[in-house]
């Protein structure tokens, strides 16, 4: 995690919100209208539609218009399917609108007007997280901000997995393997008992799912990680989505190109685990 102060203009910005929310496509079109009185050229989502505002089809149409800013209204759900299509560093103003925790988020819908004269004012900071991608048979599949998860496909038989980072290697049987970020160590890898780390650490964590003989979770540079099972497998990204791995393929997980960038109004040291209670 980089805090950067930084001139951001609101020239062109997304408004994304959580699918089939009520409350959070209310105020999305309300966040919408009041970017439209700034004089901002405002992208929402189809079903949203706001006159004055462009609507576009899908979140992959993203990639190909040039933004200052998004606006993300729902749960740490909605902010995670838009950094998955987000290829360059645009930054992210979240918004807590009808999740559940929303440990990624910054504010309520409450604080938006204070949110966007602090942006204009340029009284904001830059966010910037690791964020890991996956390949294997010679594609690379969409990036993942919290952590890739590699399933054993066949429930009934435990794989043998093997897992190398740099001049080191680990093989046992287990169910599958957690590669997470710093930004993820509050989620599936800490609820199998990984560590939490600083959002600012440039490591990945690896944790094992269900080892046959106890094995602690590794944190590990974020540098390449080869993984290879003796089952099929699934690859698993943010819990959203999931792509196939045939058994002894060479599944190999690294930093992305590209971190995820968050707008924070306030600096806050492990801003995610004062969300989780701590």
């Given at each position: 995690m980089q805090f950067l102060e930084n001139w951001l203009k609101l020239q062109n910005v997304a408004v994304v919100s959580k699918v089939g929310n009520k409350d959070s496509e209310k105020a999305a079109i309300n966040v919408t209208r009041k970017l439209l009185a700034k004089k901002s050229k405002v992208y929402?989502?189809?079903?949203?539609?706001?006159?004055?505002a462009k609507t576009i089809e899908s979140l992959e149409e993203l990639k190909k218009i040039k933004l200052d800013l998004v606006i993300t209204l729902g749960g740490d759900g909605t902010t995670l399917r838009v950094f998955r299509n987000l290829e360059n560093e645009t930054?992210?103003?979240?918004?807590?609108?009808?999740?559940?925790?929303?440990?990624?988020?910054?504010?309520?819908?409450?604080?938006?007007?204070?949110?966007?004269?602090?942006?204009?004012?340029?009284?904001?900071?830059?966010?910037?997280?690791?964020?890991v991608t996956a390949s294997c048979g010679g594609k690379e599949f969409p990036p993942a901000l919290n952590e890739?998860?590699?399933?054993?496909?066949?429930?009934?038989?435990?794989?043998?997995?093997?897992?190398?980072?740099?001049?080191?290697?680990?093989?046992?049987?287990?169910?599958?393997?957690?590669?997470?970020?710093?930004?993820?160590?509050t989620g599936h890898s800490f609820s199998l008992g990984g560590p939490i780390l600083h959002e600012s650490l440039d490591v990945l964590i690896i944790t094992p799912v269900a080892p046959v003989y106890r094995l602690?979770?590794?944190?590990?540079?974020?540098?390449?990680?080869?993984?290879?099972?003796?089952?099929?497998?699934?690859?698993?990204?943010?819990?959203?989505?999931?792509?196939s791995a045939g058994f002894e393929e060479t599944i190999t997980i690294k930093k992305y190109k590209k971190p995820a960038v968050f707008v924070r109004l306030k600096k806050r040291g492990l801003r995610q685990m004062s969300k989780l209670g701590f």
């Amino acid at each position: 995690m980089q805090f950067l102060e930084n001139w951001l203009k609101l020239q062109n910005v997304a408004v994304v919100s959580k699918v089939g929310n009520k409350d959070s496509e209310k105020a999305a079109i309300n966040v919408t209208r009041k970017l439209l009185a700034k004089k901002s050229k405002v992208y929402t989502i189809s079903p949203i539609q706001v006159q004055g505002a462009k609507t576009i089809e899908s979140l992959e149409e993203l990639k190909k218009i040039k933004l200052d800013l998004v606006i993300t209204l729902g749960g740490d759900g909605t902010t995670l399917r838009v950094f998955r299509n987000l290829e360059n560093e645009t930054p992210i103003l979240t918004i807590n609108v009808g999740g559940n925790r929303g440990i990624l988020a910054e504010i309520t819908i409450d604080e938006i007007d204070n949110a966007l004269n602090q942006i204009q004012k340029d009284k904001f900071f830059l966010d910037k997280r690791t964020r890991v991608t996956a390949s294997c048979g010679g594609k690379e599949f969409p990036p993942a901000l919290n952590e890739i998860y590699i399933s054993r496909t066949n429930l009934t038989k435990t794989a043998e997995i093997e897992i190398k980072f740099q001049n080191d290697t680990v093989k046992q049987k287990m169910d599958g393997v957690i590669v997470a970020t710093p930004s993820g160590s509050t989620g599936h890898s800490f609820s199998l008992g990984g560590p939490i780390l600083h959002e600012s650490l440039d490591v990945l964590i690896i944790t094992p799912v269900a080892p046959v003989y106890r094995l602690e979770s590794i944190v590990v540079p974020d540098e390449k990680i080869e993984i290879i099972s003796s089952h099929d497998c699934n690859i698993v990204m943010d819990a959203q989505v999931v792509k196939s791995a045939g058994f002894e393929e060479t599944i190999t997980i690294k930093k992305y190109k590209k971190p995820a960038v968050f707008v924070r109004l306030k600096k806050r040291g492990l801003r995610q685990m004062s969300k989780l209670g701590f």
